[in-house]
T-cell receptor, first 113, second 114 residues
Framework: EAQVTQNPRYLITVTGKKLTVTCSQN?????MSWYRQDPGLGLRQIYY???????DKGDVPEGYKVSRKEKRNFPLILESPSPNQTSLYFC????????????FGQGTRLTVV | KQEVTQIPAALSVPEGENLVLNCSFT??????LQWFRQDPGKGLTSLLL?????REQTSGRLNASLDKSSGRSTLYIAASQPGDSATYLC?????????????FGKGTHLIIQP
């Protein structure tokens, strides 16, 4: 089944403790992105990647890192999480091209206390 | 910068009614528009994708239209059912964003009363 898989689905952590949210897609897509969703603000793009070893900042990149060492994986790294990073996170992938369809993972609910 | 607005923000209707959700965008230079469904605590499920050259797409009881020149799209749901209760998100893909270039509206929270 074609899908985008995120792990973990739920995570509660403490301020300053480094964490990684994994994202993997099995559709051989070139493009991958991370979004966060907050009440009243909608979905906002954090980082995106157009292919292996090619990443760039989205609208809200502060406090996050990403890497794209393999085509299928695009982990999101929070080096020193803070409470304002409590949010619902989504990973997305799509084929290269300007008119392709985006596929989203199931989301990761992160709480930083 | 592209802005996407969805009206209404919330809607509650009795089961069986036909309904229309609206999406407007400020920059008509889009490649495509996608409607998603989001259930509480769940991910985004793609419902319909309309390319910029198309006027509408249909899937079952759903019909989405696109008027690129006026910056509008509508999602029509026929014969609504309680299982249609969810948040519906509109997203446009244009040159203003990174890689996938998706800009989202804030969604319409839909409740279908049994």
């Amino acid at each position: 089944e074609a899908q985008v898989t995120q792990n973990p689905r739920y995570l509660i952590t403490v301020t300053g403790k480094k964490l990684t949210v994994t994202c993997s897609q099995n559709m051989n897509h070139e493009y991958m992105s991370w979004y966060r969703q907050d009440p009243g603000l909608g979905l906002r793009q954090i980082y995106y990647s157009m292919n292996v070893e090619v990443t760039d900042k989205g609208d809200v990149p502060e406090g996050y890192k990403v890497s794209r060492k393999e085509k299928r994986n695009f982990p999101l790294i929070l080096e020193s999480p803070s409470p304002n990073q409590t949010s619902l996170y989504f990973c997305a992938s799509s084929p290269a091209g300007s008119n392709t369809e985006a596929f989203f993972g199931q989301g990761t609910r992160l709480t930083v206390v | 910068k592209q802005e996407v607005t969805q009206i209404p923000a919330a809607l509650s209707v009795p089961e069986g009614e036909n309904l229309v959700l609206n999406c407007s965008f400020t920059d008509s230079a889009i490649y495509n528009l996608q409607w998603f469904r989001q259930d509480p605590g769940k991910g985004l499920t793609s419902l319909l994708l309309i390319q910029s050259s198309q006027r509408e797409q249909t899937s079952g009881r759903l019909n989405a239209s696109l008027d690129k020149s006026s910056g509008r799209s509508t999602l029509y749901i026929a014969a609504s059912q309680p299982g249609d209760s969810a948040t519906y998100l509109c997203a446009v893909r244009g040159s203003g964003g990174g890689a996938d270039g998706l800009t989202f509206g804030k969604g319409t929270h839909l409740i279908i009363q049994p």
